[in-house]
């Protein structure tokens, strides 16, 4: 369980992530949804301890972010920003190996290779082992990306707005792709998003904020209903039940 406890985060005077306490259980999907400045990422890099909290707490499965050794926590939980930029030029081999440092420091392993292979294949990627990167399209790239934390062999993954970029084909795709490293693997995924009805149809749980603080947590059950998307966004949103999913419309 990933337990967040009283998280604060300021910038210049400004808070931007105020006073959030939340759990997440292990396994699932869980999605942190909310409008643009919420605190959404902040709140994802803090966890991950990418940022430091001004105040709080957080510890996963026990372990305090900021107190366990980065290789500890590096085994146990994976991270993948929105701003993947690479400085060199790499395979999509090398790149997923990446993903294996906190286990190797370097020196690659049988078990390393193993690993790598395994997440290559499960993202479809093997044909594609040994093209560069920046040859990719934008699917394939996010994919490689994902395999990458997918070899780290954690058992959480954090995805700070993994759809960025993509089309909703290769959106789907990438969801699809993210409940089956739940229930086919067993891991456990937390993603920043900004589609509600991506967020409500694989799901598991959502956390939702606005102006930094956290307003409501639960299945998408409890989320997706209009008094609540109100609260949230400030705007009118019609449910409609679709093949047991609930689909917010927005957009009149």
């Known amino acids: 369980m990933i337990s967040v406890n009283g998280v604060t985060k300021k910038y210049a005077g400004t808070t931007v992530v105020d006073e959030v306490s939340c ?5 699932g999907v869980t999605s ?12 994802l890099s803090m966890i991950s301890r990418l940022l430091p909290a001004d105040a709080g707490t957080v510890t996963v499965d026990g372990l305090d972010v900021v107190k366990t050794p980065g290789k500890d926590l590096a085994r146990k939980m994976a991270i993948l920003r929105q701003d993947n930029h690479l400085t060199v030029r790499l395979t999509v081999r090398d790149l997923v190996g990446f993903g294996r440092y906190p286990h190797n420091g370097g020196r690659p392993t049988s078990v390393c290779r193993e690993k790598i292979e395994q997440s290559l294949a499960f993202l479809d990627l093997s044909d594609l082992a040994d093209r560069f990167v920046d040859e990719l399209s934008g699917g394939q790239r996010q994919r490689a990306f994902i395999a990458m934390v997918l070899a780290q062999d954690t058992d959480y993954l954090l995805l700070d707005e993994p759809l960025n970029n993509l089309d909703m084909k290769h959106s789907v795709e990438m969801m699809r792709l993210l409940r089956r490293l739940t229930d086919e693997l067993g891991k456990t995924v937390v993603l920043v998003i900004h589609d509600i009805n991506f967020a409500s149809c694989y799901s598991d749980d959502i956390i939702a904020m606005a102006n930094g603080r956290l307003l409501h947590q639960g299945p998408p ?21 679709i093949e047991g999913n609930r689909i917010g419309v927005y957009f009149a």
Do not use: C, F, Q, W
């Open 23 to 27: 759990h997440i259980k292990e396994g």
């Open 221 to 241: 059950s409890m989320i997706m209903r209009p008094e609540v998307l109100k609260d949230i966004y400030e705007i009118d949103i019609r449910i409609e039940e």
């Open 32 to 43: 942190i949804i909310g409008p643009n400045g919420a605190g959404k990422s902040t709140l």
